[in-house]
C-alpha cells in the first residue's frame, strides 16, 4: 500500500456538520496527517489559522452555520494554503469567486477528497519553486 501524500501534513479541517467532521477526521488521521480542528464556524477558523502559521492544507465548508466562510477562504489564499472546498454549494457558486480552488461537492467519497487535496499540495509545491 503507498503511503498518503497526506502523511505528516497539518491539515486544517473547517466544518460545521459534526458526523461530516468527525468522518474527515477520522480518514485523515488513517493516512497519517496531523489535525487541526475540526473547527466549527468562522470565527474559530480564522483563530486557528492565525495561531498556526504552519498549516499545510484545508478543507473548507463554505456554509458554517448559515455563515459563508468567504472570509476563512479569503485568509488561506493570503497565506498562500492551499485547500479544498468541501461544500453542498453549486460548484459554479465556488467556481465564479475562487475558479482556482478545487471542489468536491457534498457528499463526496474521500478518495476523491484526498486527491484533490494531495493536488493541491502539489501545485503550491510547484509555484514556490518557480517563484
Do not use: W
Not at 467532521?21 to 488513517?30: F, G, I, N, T, V
Amino acid at each position: 500500500m503507498a503511503v498518503s501524500e497526506l502523511r505528516d501534513r497539518r491539515i486544517l479541517i473547517v466544518e460545521d456538520e459534526y458526523i461530516v467532521a468527525m468522518s474527515l477526521s477520522h480518514a485523515l488521521e488513517s493516512l497519517g496527517a496531523v489535525l487541526i480542528g475540526p473547527v466549527p464556524s468562522v470565527e474559530k477558523a480564522v483563530k486557528a489559522i492565525e495561531s498556526a502559521p504552519d498549516i499545510d492544507a484545508a478543507i473548507l465548508d463554505l456554509n458554517l452555520d448559515g455563515v459563508m466562510a468567504y472570509a476563512v477562504a479569503d485568509l488561506l489564499l493570503s497565506r498562500d494554503i492551499p485547500f479544498v472546498f468541501s461544500s453542498g454549494y453549486e460548484t459554479d457558486v465556488l467556481r465564479a469567486r475562487y475558479p482556482q480552488i478545487r471542489s468536491c461537492p457534498k457528499p463526496c467519497a474521500f478518495p476523491k477528497l484526498e486527491e484533490a487535496l494531495e493536488r493541491s499540495i502539489a501545485e503550491r509545491k510547484r509555484r514556490a519553486t518557480i517563484d
